[in-house]
């Protein structure tokens, strides 16, 4: 009842009040001030827009003041055309506005009659002097030309300032689950998720914080990368917004296709492609690599003026392999260096068997063999998109476009430790279908509605189908994934009804969204189970090894897990859960040269209970933009706003799968570890099995069932009492929405006809964000031996329940950063952009899973520490040379310092029943300094003109980390129980299996080649 009350409210909303489009979302403005030859204003200049290529027209008249201001026009090529008696028709061509732009055109007009018109071809002005928060724009020229693996647009994000990837971690474990992605884009050292993306005025976003699969690159117009303070009309997220805007059609018929082609011949290889001979040796490979991505569109009229269509398909094949270095050196499987210094210093007769005891055995050989090497990847990505663009009237403009995408993806998980029977099947279907009506009610008032329904099939399911999962820190990752398979069906309908408004100087927006959620998750949470292994103490085998520690694969050998989990039920969750917005935006021209932005946004984001509601979303935002000279060359801006974000499903399926919802445990979950007395303990449940045949190795033939636990006194119920040994899920009374509040303040200066540089500070402060706690735990003592504390059975609330993990909001990040910008527009010939980032990210929790949880539980503070994605130094560098000869160049360079990794002691050494949180004694979180980054990305092209400029043929060739540098991408961070100091790098002395080893790479050098016909 509640919902419809908030729909019927909007409803009234929309009928009373002017609703205003986020016209910046999807569209441009053109404004100025038109003048005589003495420089006084003129009013009542009649201003046209044409856009040559549609015949679409947009008018408007000077105010008193002189000034023009034309709202909510496609992204495009205009020719502007100056009217007024008494003096001279101006024409002005080849004015380019781009999407969110708010570009600038003054006007002088000179004496004589109406009936003469001067022709000049101009630009608008290089600096935005009205535009008050921190964004970058990539036209067609930069999309089109730049070298961009696998044609991934969103990448070009990458390229801006202060945006950081957030898919890699230098920690070798990310615990970050396959079917919750993130967006890739870490804006203010945030982990991915709280952006927003959307295209053509809807969103593109997924449940979980990343983006749904919708264009191919080849459709894309370009976009704007909206990093901090930008306005009230922006919500949903916390982080960046990204606006993308469609290809359309024109009046001529255009189209174009294409092939892009790669093949090991020609690619460096792999350091890490190795395989283990025989002998000992490693040996360097190189597997068979190849990639075909073919496409091609077609744009033209459908009716001359009124009626166009664009259509682009594109298609990605790829046959290629990921490295997997669990076994590279074979000494992993015989006692250690340590280890053997005892025995030599035992009698024969007592080392022999202990010897043996800590040598592995032909089915741990196995699986380490079956999961290393070369492990085949394979991609098929297919995208297709229609857009159809009418003008009914000069007053009516319908939009519609429809997007399809399926990918099928397996074994791209595999990589570093994470074994080849680890690997996954991603399958993605995505359909997208969006209506737009922009209605101009008059000159200044514009209104416009935005209907847009997509659905999403999404299945990740494993290669390996039967469990149980086996870790083994700081050695291998290995079998079924014990988050999959998960089937979730995600249906997103959007409602948009929004208006512009100009009142002399006052550009007013007013809008609402409405978005209905809807999501069934099928995900078998814990089904599998899972056994993890790691660091115990030498004196579980035989007392005289106590001087010694036994690793993760030795107590593998020895069937002594640390701990086991599994979980048993209904692992179906569905709701359907609305998004409303609500924002008032005024950007208010207080004199010439200074523009004031005020606006307020409300977020409802509604979740399914037992999540409470948070109903105090708002957020105030403001901002100004200074030009002190008035020459349109300067712009002074500062902007500061509140910014929330959603909560994701993922945390609403986990309170309601996995909690105790109305007495009723929908997945019944066990846990048990090595320290718990009696039979049910980890080991004995292992060994059992392993006996029995249940566990096999190195593959089952079956999983673990609730039958197979009973005779270890466990016995799993959905109902009734909780059981002893019981994991448990749940959100705190208070949970809400995270938010940012952002701070920004730029200078930016134009320097010449071309060139323009800038300097900007921002600092970003996030609060409310999503952790995981476990609240069963009390304080406990600290241990004189180890410094930290070490929980005992009375330190826990409840010692029968094994944990009671809560999801809170209670965490903090926090972001500082100078950035320093310099751009060339493109002229005839040469194109150039730049930029340096000076940040530090600092945060308390790197996502919301609970392997992320705190090291001690009961001291959230010490959490605090440099965040996974601070990237201290970032410099970008890339560009556009048109040579003689229709030749083209187009270089990216990137490269950033050091990113911090986590130190793990691969074991639960302080008994708080959480085996992937502990640090060595005294480490804080993010102590180690891992791998820089270094790369320099080329295209050459060559254009064949065929009898005109619209007809050619282009041939290319693309260089990906042209350089080779050898940039390592993850580091073995399982250390064990090491002494300080923490402020470790990885070591190149070392191999995968050994702690601070490398274990993985950025790719080496790839060379592309490819071939368009334009027509």
């Not at 009723?664 to 059992?688: D, E, H, K, M, S």
């Not at 029995?692 to 009734?720: A, C, H, K, M, Y």
Request: proline residues 6%.
């Amino acid at each position: 009842m509640a919902m419809w009350s908030r729909i019927v409210a909007g409803a009234l909303m929309a009928a009373v009040v002017p609703l205003f489009p986020q016209t910046s979302a999807e569209s441009a403005e053109l404004t100025g001030v038109v003048t005589d030859p003495s420089g006084a204003p003129v009013p009542g200049v009649a201003v046209t827009l044409l856009n040559p290529a549609t015949g679409f027209t947009r008018e408007a008249l000077t105010s008193g003041s002189g000034e023009y201001r034309v709202a909510g026009v496609s992204p495009a090529t205009y020719a502007v055309r100056f009217e007024k008696d008494q003096f001279q028709s101006q024409s002005i061509t080849d004015v380019h506005l781009a999407i969110g732009q708010v570009g600038a055109l003054n006007v002088q007009l000179k004496v004589g009659q109406r009936s003469e018109v001067v022709e000049v071809t101009g630009e608008v002005a290089l600096v935005e002097t009205e535009r008050t928060h921190e964004a970058n724009t990539l036209g067609q020229e930069f999309v089109r030309n730049l070298p961009i693996d696998r044609r991934d647009y969103l990448t070009f994000s990458l390229l801006a300032p202060g945006v950081v990837d957030s898919k890699g971690v230098a920690d070798n474990a990310d615990y970050r689950v396959i079917q919750t992605p993130n967006s890739g884009l870490s804006f203010y050292g945030s982990n991915g998720r709280g952006n927003s993306v959307t295209i053509d005025g809807g969103e593109s976003n997924d449940n979980a914080g990343g983006v749904r699969n919708t264009l191919s690159q080849e459709a894309v117009e370009e976009f704007q990368i909206n990093r901090g303070g930008y306005s009230a009309e922006h919500g949903g997220a916390s982080g960046g917004v990204i606006n993308i805007v469609s290809k359309s059609g024109t009046n001529a018929f255009h189209g174009s296709t294409f092939g892009y082609f790669r093949n090991q011949r020609l690619d460096a290889g792999d350091p890490f492609a190795r395989v283990l001979e025989s002998g000992g040796a490693l040996r360097r490979v190189k597997p068979d690599a190849k990639r075909q991505q073919l496409g091609g569109s077609l744009g033209g009229p459908i009716k001359q003026n009124r009626t166009f269509f664009f259509a682009a398909a594109e298609f990605l094949n790829r046959d290629e392999s990921n490295v997997v270095s669990v076994l590279t050196d074979r000494s992993i499987f015989r006692p250690t260096a340590e280890q053997e210094a005892v025995l030599s210093r035992l009698p024969a007769a007592a080392a022999a068997p202990l010897r043996a005891a800590l040598t592995s055995p032909a089915s741990t050989i196995q699986l380490f063999e079956r999961n290393s090497g070369i492990t085949p990847f394979t991609t098929n990505d297919f995208k297709f998109s229609l857009r159809l663009d009418h003008l009914a009237s000069e007053k009516n403009q319908f939009l519609f476009r429809s997007n399809y995408a399926d990918v099928d993806e397996t074994n791209a998980s595999t990589r570093a430790l994470v074994g080849s029977t680890r690997g996954y099947k991603f399958d993605d279907v995505s359909h997208t279908a969006l209506i737009g009506w922009t209605h101009l009610l008059t000159p200044t008032v514009i209104n416009d509605l935005r209907v847009q329904h997509a659905y999403t099939d999404q299945t990740v399911s494993t290669t390996e189908p039967l469990g149980p999962e086996i870790n083994i820190n700081g050695f291998g990752f290995f079998n079924k994934d014990i988050f999959l398979p998960s089937i979730q069906l995600q249906r997103r309908t959007e409602f948009k009804h929004t208006l512009n408004l100009a009142r002399g100087a006052h550009s007013i927006k007013l809008g609402q969204n409405i978005n209905f959620r809807n999501n069934h998750g099928n995900v078998q949470t814990f089904f599998g189970g899972r056994f993890t292994f790691g660091p115990l103490p030498g004196a579980l085998v035989n007392p005289a090894l106590a001087t010694v520690s036994l690793n993760g694969i030795q107590a593998f050998n020895l069937g002594l897990p640390q701990s086991y989990q599994q979980g048993f039920g209904d692992p179906i969750v569905r709701n359907t859960y609305p998004y409303f917005g609500y924002f008032a935006q005024d950007s208010w021209r207080v004199r010439p040269g200074l523009t004031l932005d005020f606006g307020i946004r409300y977020e409802f984001d509604k979740r399914k209970s037992p999540l409470p509601r948070d109903t105090n979303n708002f957020a105030p935002r403001f901002g100004f933009a200074w030009d002190p000279w008035r020459d349109g060359k300067t712009s002074v801006r500062g902007a500061y706003g509140i910014f929330y974000s959603p909560i994701y499903y993922q945390i609403d399926y986990v309170v309601n799968a996995l909690g105790l919802v109305n007495g009723r445990r929908q997945i019944a979950q066990v846990l048990t570890t090595i320290q718990t007395p009696g039979p049910p303990a980890a080991q004995n449940i292992w060994q059992t099995l392993r006996r029995q045949g249940v566990i096999g190795l190195p593959v089952s033939s079956r999983g673990i069932e609730t039958d197979d636990l009973r005779q270890f006194g466990i016995n799993v119920s959905q109902t009734g009492p909780i059981p002893p040994l019981t994991v448990l899920f749940e959100n705190s009374g208070d949970y809400v929405n995270p938010y940012s509040q952002h701070a920004t303040l730029s200078l930016e200066r134009q320097i010449g006809a071309a060139t323009a540089v800038s300097a900007s500070g921002i600092y970003v402060r996030s609060l409310k964000i999503t952790r995981a706690r476990d609240r069963n735990l009390l304080p406990a003592p600290v241990n004189p031996q180890l410094g930290i504390r070490v929980w005992r059975p009375q330190d826990f609330i409840n010692p029968l329940l094994f944990q009671v993990n809560v999801y809170e909001s209670t965490a903090n990040a926090y972001y500082a950063a100078l950035m320093l910008e310099f751009k060339r527009r493109l002229s005839r010939s040469f194109s150039l952009a730049a930029n340096y980032t000076f940040s530090k990210a600092t945060d308390e929790v790197t996502d919301f899973n609970s392997d992320f949880q705190p090291n001690d539980q009961t001291n959230l503070r010490a959490e605090r520490a440099l965040s996974a994605f601070d990237q201290r130094h970032k410099i970008v560098l890339y560009g556009l040379w048109r040579m003689p000869h229709q030749i083209s160049v187009s270089p990216i360079f990137r490269a950033n310092s050091a990113r911090p990794f986590n130190l793990l002691a691969g074991a639960d050494i302080n008994a708080d029943r959480h085996s992937t949180t502990d640090r060595p004694p005294g480490a804080g979180r993010n102590t180690g300094i891992g791998p820089a980054f270094v790369s320099l990305d080329l295209r050459l092209s060559k254009r064949l003109l065929l009898g005109s400029d619209a007809r050619w043929l282009e041939f290319t060739a693309e260089g990906f980390n042209l350089s080779n540098t050898l940039n390592y991408s993850s580091v073995n961070n399982t250390v064990g129980v090491m002494a300080a100091p923490f402020h470790i790098t990885g070591r190149h002395d070392r191999g995968p299996s050994d702690p601070l080893g490398f274990t993985s790479a950025h790719e080496p050098r790839r060379i592309q080649l490819g071939i368009r016909l334009a027509f």
